[in-house]
């Protein structure tokens, strides 16, 4: 009996989630912006990475972390969580401060979002969290850090799990650096040590242990 109700849940939330990415996949509210969104599809999951605005490949690849950053990323995963990018991608639902390419500034690197573009892109987080109602986020990079806790430096908050209410729904916070190239701050200490302390907390976190042993099952090994 509990089965079947739990697979109608399931089936409600999958049906809200698909109907919440196909309008995402439509928004045009930020003018400025250089591409339509990105998104990671309708993954339900107990689980949400939240990046920070997609760079120029990741609309041509229509996948999130399509690039270099998705690279050292899924390493992480591999080598922490025992999951691989194609577990990742098809067990973790991905959202972003910013679903869209907001374009280059003059010195060539990727423009941040204004606050109004953040603004704009926030309401979809939050639908995201409330259908979802997740147990663990995970902000990955200090943009996307900085909207579901006070960040004033990354060594203040990498390394550590936050409790966090957003949406109505309280949830485990544990935030990542961003695994762009271009910021070496996770290779130079001390973020070096706190973002491998961040990784085992994460590894350790029921949410991502119940998905790490569902992919072990499925490979054979457990
Ligand atoms: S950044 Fe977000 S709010 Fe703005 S157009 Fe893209 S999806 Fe819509």
């Excluded at 409600?12 to 196909?22: G, K, P």
């Excluded at 998905?211 to 090994?221: A, C, D, I, N, P």
């Amino acid at each position: 009996m509990r089965t079947a109700l739990r697979a109608v849940a399931t089936k409600i939330i999958q049906t809200q989630l698909d109907q919440h990415v196909s309008a995402l996949l439509r928004c045009r509210r930020c003018s400025r912006m250089k591409s339509t969104p990105v998104s990671g599809g309708p993954i339900v999951s107990d689980v949400m990475i939240v990046g920070q605005a997609s760079g120029p490949r990741e609309p041509v690849l229509q996948r999130p972390f399509a690039h270099t950053a998705g690279k050292t990323l899924f390493r992480w995963f591999e080598e922490y969580c025992g999951m691989n990018e194609v577990t990742v991608r098809s067990r973790i639902y991905f959202a972003a401060v910013c679903r869209c390419f907001p374009g280059k500034n003059s010195s060539g690197t990727d423009r941040v979002p204004a606050p109004d573009e953040i603004h704009n892109c926030s309401s979809w987080m939050d639908n995201e969290i409330r259908i979802l109602q997740p147990r663990l986020i995970i902000p990955v990079g200090r943009l996307a850090i900085m909207q579901l806790i006070d960040c004033p430096k990354l060594d203040k908050v990498i390394g550590r799990n936050f409790r966090v209410e957003r949406a109505g729904h309280r949830f485990d916070l544990i935030p990542l650096p961003h695994p762009s190239g271009a910021s070496p701050w996770h290779k130079i200490s001390p973020g070096c040590e706190l973002t491998k302390r961040a990784l085992k907390l994460i590894a350790r976190h029921p949410a991502i242990a119940a998905l790490s042993k569902r992919e072990r099952r499925y490979s054979g090994l457990a």
